[in-house]
Structure formats: C-alpha cells, structure tokens
C-alpha cells in the first residue's frame, strides 16, 4: 500500500505539472524552470518546443520529488530491536509476549532498558523490533544509541546534531579552521553535562558559549560517544572497500550499495550531517577547511574499526579519511 508521504510527492508532482500545463504563457514559466531566455515574442518552433516542454516538465517533478524527500517533516518510523538485560523482578511478574508467570526468586527474565518490556529470556529471541524508548528510561543524551534516542524524542535525528548544525551555520562557517580548532575541553564537557540535563532546553548561543569552536566540538564529542557509530559497524568494511575501488563508476556505486546497509536513523543523520559539512567547504576561502581536512576531523569520529587487529586499524585510517572526503563531494548525488 502506498505511504503517505509518496502519496504527497505525487499530488505535488501532478499539481505542478498541470499548472505549468495550463499557465497561458507555458513558455516563459518553462525556460525559466531551465534557467534560460528564448529570445523573441513567438513560441519556438514545435521541433524545440515539444522536447523543451517535456525536459521541463521531468525537472520540475525532479526538483519537486527531491525537496519533498529531502526535508519531510514527519519523523520516520524507524525500527528498533530491545535492549534486553537480566532483570530480578520483585513480586509476582508475568511475560509481556507469552503472558505466562515469571518463575524464581532472582533473574527471573529479561527487561528493556530503553522502554521496560518485561519477558522471559527465552521469549526475548521472538519479540519483533518494536521497541518504543520512554524517556523516564533513557537518562542521557550523550553516549545513548542513536535510534534509541530519536525514536525516545520522536525525532528524525538526535537534537545534539540539529542544535549544534543550526547553531554553526548561523553564525560560524566562516570561523578559520572550524571543526579542526578544539574548543576549550571544560566548556564542551559542560554542554556535553547540559544536553543530557536539559535535552533540547539548552542554551548554546553566543551568549553562553561565544566561541563557536566549543559548538562543533560538543557535536565531535556526541559523535565519537555514540557507542555504535554513524557509519556501523555492520556497513564499515564495505565503506572501506568502496574508499580503495579505483575505477570512479564502480566506486560511486559501491558507495550507495554500503549507504543501503546503515540503519534508518544513521542514514538520516550523516545525509542532514555531510550537507552541513559540503556547506562549509563552500566557505573554503574564510575557513580554510575543504573536504580533505574534514575528511581527517570526521573519518575517525564516523567511523570505527570492529574488531580489527591495531595495525588493521591503523591502515584503515586513510581509507576512512578517502571515505568521509567522497561522501561530502558527492552529498547530492549519494542522497
């Protein structure tokens, strides 16, 4: 069945289409949607036109399907397995999936630490991912699973990487070395201890932090907390494999095939996160920071090894830069 939201895209494509379709002056709104002037009072000749009309039209639909995709206000329903830990309940329990009384007088089952589902540890293999975090459960920002935490504050990405990305971009992009100078260590612990005391109440404008390096490295701190990464550790080696492809074709699509493997919320946020950063390469000239540099700030605070041997890891580091570098040059074809 249909979702809502590719419904929207379509009424808005058809919307478009057949106004442009029915606007008397088809031609001034249809070179316009190209970005260019035929010159002259008369319609071109229908050998132009009619090709012209219908490239048109694609673009529009193009743009309209990608604004639409791109910014849906509505959060996803992203999925999310249960945190389940060995429990000793007081008093009488039952199972909340087979409703069956919970026997023994210490860890009789399982509960989740993100929304308090209480079952039996051999009920907990068949209960779906449908986790739902309450925030009486989830006592901190920083260091919680990202899922976790946007599906506990029903948002499409954790608030530290909106507030912090907002908060840059208004008045920071042009700051020399940002993302590459380290605020000073207290203030970003101290955002850091306010985010998982206050949430979305807190305060990170100039006026509380005026060095704008404290902000980016607040969000640096939140990434590299994350006790699984933006880039999983599921996905990591095929990230690493597209890095080292040489042939440009192969490797763009090696690229969106590791891209498919990341969770719902971990795409979400490193698309909202390396348009941000492709936004700050386009103020090169005041901030010093292209795409390679941010590569090295961002490649280890994205991405990290599982499990590998140190030297593994140590040779992974310039693939991880390769990686993070390719995905900000490419943010608009990837996403």
Not at 46 to 72: C, E, G, H, M
Not at 74 to 79: A, D, I, S, T, V
Not at 307 to 335: C, G, H, P, S
Request: glycine fraction near 4%; aromatic fraction near 8%.
């Amino acid at each position: 069945m249909p979702s809502r939201e590719s419904y929207e895209v379509r009424k808005a494509e058809k919307s478009l289409v057949h106004k442009a379709k029915q606007e008397p002056n088809q031609q001034d709104i249809l070179v316009a949607a190209l970005g260019m002037r035929i010159p002259g009072p008369q319609k071109p000749p229908a050998t132009i036109w009619q090709p012209l009309k219908l490239f048109a039209y694609s673009q529009l639909t193009s743009l309209v399907r990608k604004a639409t995709l791109k910014d849906n206000s509505l959060p996803p329903k992203y999925e999310k397995a249960h945190n389940f830990k060995v429990h000793t309940f007081r008093g009488p329990h039952w199972c909340e999936y087979c409703a069956n009384f919970m026997w023994g007088l210490t860890n009789q089952g399982v509960k989740c630490a993100d929304c308090g589902l209480n079952v039996h540890k051999q009920c907990s293999t068949m209960v779906p991912n449908s986790c739902v975090p309450d925030l009486k459960h989830v006592k901190k920002v920083y260091s919680c699973e990202l899922t976790t935490l946007v599906k506990a504050h029903d948002t499409k990405r954790p608030m530290v990487v909106d507030m912090c990305i907002r908060e840059i971009e208004s008045r920071g992009l042009k700051s020399e070395g940002l993302y590459r100078i380290s605020g000073f260590s207290d203030s970003v612990e101290d955002v850091k201890t306010a985010f998982d005391r206050d949430g979305e109440k807190t305060d990170i404008s100039a006026s509380a932090y005026e060095d704008i390096n404290i902000i980016t490295g607040a969000l640096k701190l939140y990434l590299r907390d994350l006790p699984v990464p933006v880039i999983s550790y599921e996905a990591y080696p095929r990230f690493i494999q597209a890095a080292k492809l040489e042939d440009a074709e192969k490797r763009l699509e090696a690229f969106r095939e590791a891209l498919e493997l990341l969770p719902a919320a971990h795409s979400e946020t490193l698309r909202y996160l390396l348009a941000h950063l492709k936004r700050v390469t386009l103020n090169e000239k005041e901030n010093l920071m292209n795409s390679e540099n941010l590569g090295i700030v961002f490649g280890p605070t994205l991405m990290r090894a599982p499990n590998l041997d140190a030297m593994t890891a140590l040779n992974d580091i310039r693939y991880q830069r390769q990686v993070v570098e390719f995905l900000i040059k490419n943010e608009d074809i990837l996403f």
